[in-house]
């Protein structure tokens, strides 16, 4: 499944996905987020987490996933993708440095496992696994990270680069029921991000792995004490090399860096820094055939693009986060945050007239210097009242963003001609490329908010909440006057929970949100191109249910609304008509019997498109790349009679979906499977795990889908080994 705005090819975005499955572990059981209490009940002392937020490190890049339009859901392809061009001596000096400062270690990492610690099945990601049906890229058809719906900590920010594995814990998908309780709710879902941070105890963990295809990875992660109570440091560097299903490789280094500074009980900063680094990315190749028709089968693991066509991108996200409790019924959240997206260097493969017989023509378009770059943040202030059996929490909030994109100006495409698809014609490197002028564009938005939150022990909850929005985008292109474009909506939501039994539970909400709308993917003559921000909703209503002491169901209706995006006759990608996703989505979590852990889930849709367009027969009334129908379930089972392993299952099957503009295009539904084994031992007194993967068992081939008969590969059979170890001083 995919949003509407087809992503094309990113190998940074691969990476992230590919390491799919070896992304999933949280703790079980939920615990009160310092900064949740602060914001909520504006009198909880900071300490803990919730479970949910332990989700989802999906550092996928701001342009566009690679396995976005129509992906299969994530699966395991490696476990740590961060990227090198760090001498080998200069890596192991760090680690070394970073052992000598861990003195007593706790188990940090080792005991990482996603099936056992999913609250459900709506997403969620922590250290290298994800688990279930919704990832920061795909929500209920949609993209919350291309829509701006991304939070740090609670913290609006508008996120431009990759946020790495090395900065944060992982994310939470927030959509249905675990929305409900956030004063600002979105359309598209949130993706909340957790920072690393630092405890009470020194904590060193070192993670080895073969990802995918025998590609090596090596991530160092220390927690460090400095004044107890007071202040701490969380720390992580990896680097990897990954290889790829078209037989292409990059080379990657990340580190973060967050400070933790408690100057006392009520209080908390984190400053932050991380920066995600991408060298030598050949590029993924994108497929367009002449005609409403699929590209014959062709081999994977081949590279058959040029091998000069690399990609090269800069990430960096810098900032501080605040938080307190002032006094016993007021709190403060806020932050700010400075998030870059550099490439220096960019190409698209593409192989154009793909006819049914597997002839092509490769077409190389070369792109200058491209840079996203946004400073963002919150400030946000609660007051609550108690009354008994009743708490009421009043929020007053101010977002803000600031948005310098340059982009555009590729040079004209090389066309090396006709020859057979998958086969490589290498051609020499042209000396210099023609590259034209870019396009600017700012982006100013403010929206300020007022927010209420009731909340009757034993009878419910309910949010009422209305934003007015400020914003002002100014365009400049090459020889085009500047455009201007604004929008000043006002923005209300409101949601219910009722708790009809101390089981059972019914919630309603409706939303509307002013979003972005991500970039024009490759194929397109606008490539490049930021779209211009649309008016969007969304209501929902379902229930919770638990089913006994150790299981949950989770039953949810949702319908969301907003413009679609496509090519038009032209090959501009641009709002075309107004696209409807109404649908059903399940989750059952929970332990069914001992030994055995259960996360299912199922997403039944029926995306539609309306509009003038679609009237006139521009485009059909089924978007581009959304299946109508995503099953998955994840179990694994820990055997009494081999202590300390366990054993797991992924499955998931994926209807099918439509290829062309004009629905004539259709790309069969397909399934995975994923097996995979973990053993938990001591590798001398340092507790350590290892995981064991076969990604896609069956070896299945299908297409992804980035946009009008416009396709590319998707990951083979795979195996990955995984050793984790958390080392005692």
Request: hydrophobic residues 40%.
């Amino acid at each position: 499944m995919v949003l509407s705005a087809h992503p094309a090819p990113d190998r940074r975005a691969d990476a992230e996905a590919a390491r799919g499955q070896l992304r999933t572990d949280e703790l079980p059981r939920i615990r009160c987020d310092p900064g949740l209490c602060l914001e909520r009940c504006a009198g909880v002392v900071a300490g803990g987490r919730r479970a949910a937020d332990r989700a989802m490190a999906d550092a996928v890049g701001r342009r566009v996933e690679r396995l976005g339009a129509a992906a299969p859901a994530p699966v395991a392809g490696g476990a740590v993708t961060m990227q090198t061009r760090i001498a080998t001596p200069w890596l192991w000096t760090v680690g070394a440095a970073l052992a000598a400062c861990a003195g007593a270690v706790q188990a940090q990492r080792a005991g990482d496992n996603a099936v056992t610690a999913a609250e459900d099945a709506f997403g969620a990601t922590l250290g290298n696994e994800s688990i279930g049906l919704y990832s920061a890229k795909q929500v209920r058809g949609f993209s919350p990270v291309d829509a701006g719906n991304v939070r740090m900590d609670g913290i609006y920010f508008d996120r431009q680069g990759t946020v790495p594995p090395a900065l944060v814990e992982g994310s939470t998908i927030r959509v249905g029921p675990s929305a409900l309780n956030y004063p600002f709710p979105a359309p598209t879902g949130i993706v909340d991000y957790r920072l690393k941070k630092a405890g009470d105890e020194r904590v060193l963990s070192v993670l080895a792995a073969l990802n995918a295809y025998g590609a090596p990875a090596l991530e160092f992660d220390a927690r460090l004490p400095l004044a107890e109570g007071r202040f701490g440091i969380a720390a992580n560097l990896a680097i990897s090399r990954e290889e790829y299903y078209d037989g292409a490789d990059a080379r990657y280094l990340r580190a973060g860096f967050v400070p933790r500074w408690r100057p006392s009980e009520n209080v908390e900063i984190l400053p932050f820094w991380s920066i995600s680094r991408g060298r030598d990315e050949e590029v993924a190749p994108t497929i367009l055939t002449a005609g409403p028709y699929r590209p014959p089968k062709i081999e994977r693991r081949r590279h058959f693009g040029q091998g000069w066509s690399d990609n090269e991108y800069d990430s960096r996200n810098f900032g501080v986060l605040a938080k307190a409790r002032i006094g016993a019924d007021w709190a403060f959240a806020g932050g700010v945050v400075r998030s870059i997206n550099d490439q220096p260097q960019g190409f698209a493969e593409l192989f154009a007239d793909t006819t049914r017989d597997g002839l092509t023509r490769e077409r190389v378009v070369a792109d200058p210097r491209q840079r996203y770059a946004s400073t963002s943040g919150e400030l946000r202030l609660s007051r609550s009242f108690r009354e008994g059996p009743r708490l009421h929490v009043l929020h007053a909030a101010v977002r803000g963003r600031g948005v310098d994109n340059e982009y555009g100006g590729s040079a004209p495409a090389i066309d090396y001609g006709w020859r057979p698809l998958g086969e490589p014609r290498p051609q020499p490197r042209p000396d210099a490329f023609e590259f034209g002028e870019r396009t600017h564009d700012h982006v100013e938005q403010w929206t300020a908010g007022l927010a209420y939150e009731g909340r009757w022990r034993e009878v419910g909850e309910w949010n009422l909440g209305i934003q007015r929005s400020r914003y002002r985008k100014r365009i400049v292109q090459p020889g085009v006057a500047p455009a201007l474009s604004r929008d000043d909506p006002w923005l209300p939501s409101a949601s219910v929970s009722l708790q009809l039994s101390p089981r059972l539970a019914v919630y309603a909400g409706h939303t509307r949100g002013l979003e972005e709308s991500g970039i024009a993917p490759d194929d397109a003559a606008n490539r490049n191109q930021a779209l211009p921000a649309i008016r969007t909703r969304q209501s929902d209503a379902g229930l919770r249910w638990k089913l006994g002491e150790n299981m949950k169901l989770v039953a949810g209706l949702f319908d969301v609304r907003k413009p679609y995006f496509a090519t038009d006759e032209t090959n501009v990608f641009a709002p075309l008509a107004e696209v409807r996703h109404r649908g059903v989505e399940l989750s059952l979590s929970g332990k069914p019997a001992d030994r055995w852990s259960l996360v299912a889930g199922a997403v039944l849709m029926r995306p539609r498109v309306d509009g003038e367009a679609v009237r006139l027969g521009r485009v059909g009334n089924r978007p581009i790349g959304q299946t109508e129908r995503l099953l998955r379930a994840d179990v694994e089972y820990r055997p009494p009679w081999l202590p300390g392993w366990s054993f797991d299952a992924s499955m998931s099957r994926y209807g099918e979906r439509v290829a062309s503009r004009d629905g004539r295009n259709v790309v069969p539904g397909y399934g995975l499977v994923d097996l995979g084994a973990r053993y938990r031992f001591r590798l001398g007194e340092a507790p350590a795990s290892l995981r064991l993967l076969v990604a896609n068992v069956g070896d299945t081939f299908t297409w992804n889908i980035y946009g009008n008969n416009s396709f590319g590969l998707i990951d083979g059979r795979r195996y990955v080994a995984q050793l984790t170890v958390d080392f005692d001083g």
